[in-house]
Nanobody, 115 residues
């Protein structure tokens, strides 16, 4: 889907912050959803947050109030700002584009929250 860049480093102390970004490889027309998923070791991949082309957002209960998803429709980029990180947030994070019944996944990036 995209070229994903980790912002702020992959190893963070509890309570710290980290930003992720993911840029689509093409110009996107029409309705679509961009989102972030994560997968911890030994666990299934789970939704973190979604944002629609219309600006609506949806968050997993575990990250509400701490994470913020946003998008730039001109740059075709989705962002995830993670604040007040907890050890439970440790996982490989993936960006995703959903449009016209197709899913496009970015390369995962490891986020580790530890002292």
């Amino acid at each position: 889907m995209c070229s994903c860049r980790r912002l702020g480093g992959g190893l963070v102390h509890p309570g710290g912050s980290l930003g992720l970004s993911c840029a689509a490889s093409r110009i996107i027309f029409g309705s679509n959803v961009m989102g972030w998923y994560r997968q911890a070791t030994g666990k299934q991949r789970e939704l973190v947050a979604h944002t629609t082309s219309g600006g609506n957002t949806n968050y997993a209960d575990s990250v509400k109030g701490r994470f913020t998803i946003s998008r730039d429709n001109v740059k075709n980029t989705v962002y995830l700002q993670m604040n007040d990180l907890k050890p439970e947030d440790t996982a490989v994070y993936y960006c995703k584009l959903m449009q016209f019944g197709m899913d496009y996944w970015g390369k995962g990036t490891l986020v580790t929250v530890s002292s």
